[in-house]
């Protein structure tokens, strides 16, 4: 396994293997860059085929961290980490304790919180052997609880904000298609319902659709039938990669503004979303409410006052604003909107560090 000249590499500041055989533990934790703060990025599970296939995993996702906390302007870097295993059969709390202990090594350079297959639970173990950790319950003040509502709440904000650019409108009346209505999507429905919007939803769970009826008057189609709905806006909230050369000719929409994370099958699709005319809010932009979210949750638990969620929304608000930067970013350099976000976080995280001197 190379790790150096890996092709997910990518400048990564550090990347830790633990092994703790008394537990099973075998996990990476991966550092992709702290110039704007310590790496934050959840912990994943998974029964990774091999060692490589967690490693190129693990690089992916904490480099797509440093984007993410970039963009959204927090004063945190990108990292991640994943354990080799299988959730259902192999999970203990002495595990998960193991993994604390190993977060608690990077020296809080790392700080980890929920992923795939972990769980508020996994937190509270993990927390008996560090404080670098987050996603804890609400109950004691500082946690910032279940973050999909805010999730929700950004995804809301930034599908406004591309409405107003390009259909130079607000919600009232305009066509809305969501896929998926589990907890970002149907907090999703409700803001979009409240706002004038008409819904057009699709789901696996036929519950789910029977509740968004009556809820919000949505017209439920069937799974395959979303991408053709004579819609404003298509906000995917369930699988990545929907944006795809099979999808692309049959949408009708303006608009491309939802929670689900990779939703360009390829870098092409963006550039032919470009193309067509069709304004994409780059994902990992629109859903970083829940990234927000714990990082307040992280400045209360080291300064010991209290969750401030006003705060949070405050600057969940500004979302909006990024996608209308990004949006006139595009256009006047001719390039997609996924460019566009790539370009902006890559110049925030690229920039030099305050000395010691200078920050003094
Ligand atoms: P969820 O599991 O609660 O909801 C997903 C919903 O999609 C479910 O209702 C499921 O039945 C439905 N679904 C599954 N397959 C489908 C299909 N083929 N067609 C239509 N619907 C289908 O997940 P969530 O927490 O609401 O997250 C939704 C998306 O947003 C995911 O891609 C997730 O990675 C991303 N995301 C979530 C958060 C968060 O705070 N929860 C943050 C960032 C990104």
Redesign the pocket.
């Known amino acids: 396994m190379n790790v150096f000249d890996h092709v997910e590499f990518d400048h990564h500041e550090r990347i830790g293997f633990f092994n703790d055989t008394k537990t099973g533990l075998k996990a990476i934790i991966a550092i992709h860059n702290t110039n704007r703060g310590p790496a934050l990025g959840g912990c994943r599970m998974w029964n990774y085929a091999s060692e490589d296939e967690a490693l190129t995993d693990v690089l992916r996702l904490s480099r797509g961290m440093t984007y993410k906390a970039a963009i959204t302007d927090l004063p945190l870097g990108g990292g991640k980490s994943v354990i080799i295993a299988d959730a259902k059969t192999e999970k203990t709390p002495e595990m998960m304790r193991a993994m604390g202990r190993a977060v608690q090594q990077m020296g809080g350079d790392y700080i980890t919180a929920e992923d795939?297959n972990t769980s508020v639970d996994d937190m509270l173990q993990i927390s008996k052997e560090t404080t670098h950790v987050v996603g804890l319950p609400a109950t004691d003040g500082q946690g910032g609880g279940?973050?999909?509502p805010?999730?929700?709440y950004g995804?809301f904000v930034g599908l406004k904000s591309a409405v107003e650019y390009r259909l130079k409108s607000d919600l009232n009346g305009k066509v809305v298609a969501v896929?998926?209505?589990?907890?970002?999507?149907?907090?999703l429905c409700r803001h979009l319902h409240e706002s004038g919007a008409k819904l057009v939803v699709?789901?696996?769970?036929a519950d789910?659709l029977d509740q968004a009826k009556s809820d919000f008057g949505a017209e439920v189609v069937g799974?395959n039938d979303?991408y053709d709905v004579d819609a404003d806006v298509y906000a995917?909230?369930?699988?990545?990669a929907t944006l795809n050369d099979d999808t692309l000719p049959r949408l009708k929409v303006s608009v491309i503004a939802?929670?689900?994370?990779?939703q360009l099958a390829t870098a092409k699709h963006a550039n032919i979303l470009q193309d067509r005319g069709i304004l994409y809010a780059p994902?990992y932009v629109i859903?970083?409410?829940?990234?927000i979210?714990v990082h307040y949750e992280h400045v209360a638990r080291k300064s010991g006052g209290g969750y401030d969620r006003d705060a949070v929304c405050a600057h969940i608000d500004k979302i909006g604003d990024t996608m209308e930067t990004l949006f006139k970013m595009s256009e006047r350099e001719n390039i997609s909107t996924a460019t566009a976000a790539d370009r902006l976080a890559e110049q925030r995280f690229n920039a030099p560090k305050a000395t010691t001197a200078e920050a003094a």
Do not use: E, K, R, W
């Not at 859903?287 to 990234?291: D, P, V």
């Open positions: 795939v279940d973050p999909s805010l999730t929700a995804v896929q998926g209505l589990g907890h970002v999507g149907y907090n699709t789901d696996i769970n789910v799974l979303i995917p909230c369930a699988l990545g939802g929670a689900a994370n990779n994902d859903n970083a409410g829940g990234l979210n």
